[in-house]
Structure formats: C-alpha cells, structure tokens
C-alpha cells in the first residue's frame, strides 16, 4: 500500500518504518503531527529533518491545534487526499495505559487503514530485532522516577538490554519503555543512505524527565 509513518525519531517508528517496507509498502512520507513552533524534549522535530535527509524521505510536520480531536481528522484527511495515501503507520506495541489508540480512533471516518507491525510483540524480541538490524540509537529522554541521568546518552546494545532487563524483573519497568519510561533517537539503520553524528550535547531537565539537547549534528556517507 501507498502509506505514511507517523514519524518521532525513536526506535519504534524507525523499525515500524523498516518492516512495513520489508512488508511491499510504499513508503512516501514521515509524517510528525505537532503544535506550531514545537520542538518535543525527547525527539526534537529539528533532529528529524536531519534523519528526514539521512533516509531520503520527506517529512511533512502536521500542525495541530485545538479542538485537537477535530485537528487531528482534519490534517490526516487532508494528507490522504494530498498524497494519495492509504495507510498509516504507526509504532506502537500496545495501549498505553488502557486508553484506546488515539491514531486508529481518529483515522476511523477518514477511510485511511492503520498498519501496527509492532503491535502485540514481545518486547524483549523487538528490542532484539532493533538490534540485528543494525539499528544504530541512544536514550535521549527518562522519566526521573524510571531511571537516572546515567541512562542520558546510552546506545542500544546487547549491555543496555541486560541492563533494563535486570530492571525490569526488580521493579516491572517496559524494556521497549512504552509507558514512557525512556525515549530515544535513531542516528542510522538499515533503511539510512547516510548516518547522523552527534558532536556533543547538553542534559535539561524538568520536574518529570531528564534530557539531551544535541549539538553538532552532521551526516556522513555510508561505506
């Protein structure tokens, strides 16, 4: 199908992307719905130009603003019809907090299929399969009552599953951090023509998350 992937710059959306394409799906878009001037903590929608370039896809930023439900409609129906869309993609695993997906209730009335490859999977296997991909990430974000500012940083590998593993069985956290617990950002992966440098960064905080500010990004060609 001709789709879309609603696009953060995390892990979930960079392996949504790469097995809806192993799949036959014709991917045209990233799409990040945002209020105007956003730049989200976590996965600033600067640095997702940078991974827009290092993939050769366009991304397209959606405004949002309120009421939001009716926003949200709006701007999904106007992308369908734009690019002739018929699918979006999405990275999500599960119901975050018993609440019904947002994304399939809004794409209900526009007659736009919502694709979850990642939807139901175990997520020790997924954290896995990011990884034997050659998925290339760092934790950008924690929630401060998850983990601490050690974490800032951190690529994914074989010793941070471990690491979250060991957590998890002490205190039941998401090894794929769905309820929030971390986020991160995708520097390079199988789908990138080039990979995304970070020169250095600085941490920021809120009375909830703790956070890297990137700095020095640059893109290399692949060998």
């Not at 996965?43 to 309120?66: C, L, N, R, T, W």
Request: hydrophobic share 40%.
């Amino acid at each position: 199908m001709r789709a879309a992937v609603l696009w953060t710059g995390g892990k979930d959306s960079a392996l949504a992307l790469y097995k809806a394409h192993l799949s036959g799906h014709e991917i045209i878009n990233l799409l990040t719905f945002a209020p105007e001037s956003a730049d989200f903590l976590a996965h600033p929608v600067s640095f997702m130009k940078y991974q827009a370039e290092a993939i050769g896809i366009s991304h397209i930023e959606a405004i949002i603003d309120e009421p939001i439900e009716d926003a949200y409609e709006y701007a999904i129906r106007s992308f369908k019809n734009k690019y002739n869309v018929r699918a979006l993609i999405t990275g999500d695993m599960a119901d975050v907090r018993g609440m019904p997906n947002w994304v399939r209730q809004r794409c209900a009335g526009n007659d736009i299929e919502v694709l979850t490859p990642l939807w139901g999977g175990e997520r020790s296997e997924i954290f896995k399969e990011l990884i034997s991909y050659g998925f290339k990430a760092i934790i950008s974000c924690v929630k401060k009552e998850s983990l601490g500012e050690e974490w800032l940083g951190r690529e994914l590998n074989d010793g941070l599953f471990e690491d979250l593993r060991k957590i998890h069985a002490e205190t039941g956290i998401d090894i794929c951090g769905e309820q929030g617990e971390y986020h991160t950002l995708v520097l390079d992966g199988p789908m990138f023509k080039k990979s995304i440098n970070i020169g250095s960064y600085s941490k920021g905080m809120t009375d909830v998350v703790m956070y890297i500010k990137p700095k020095d990004i640059t893109l290399s060609k692949k060998a």
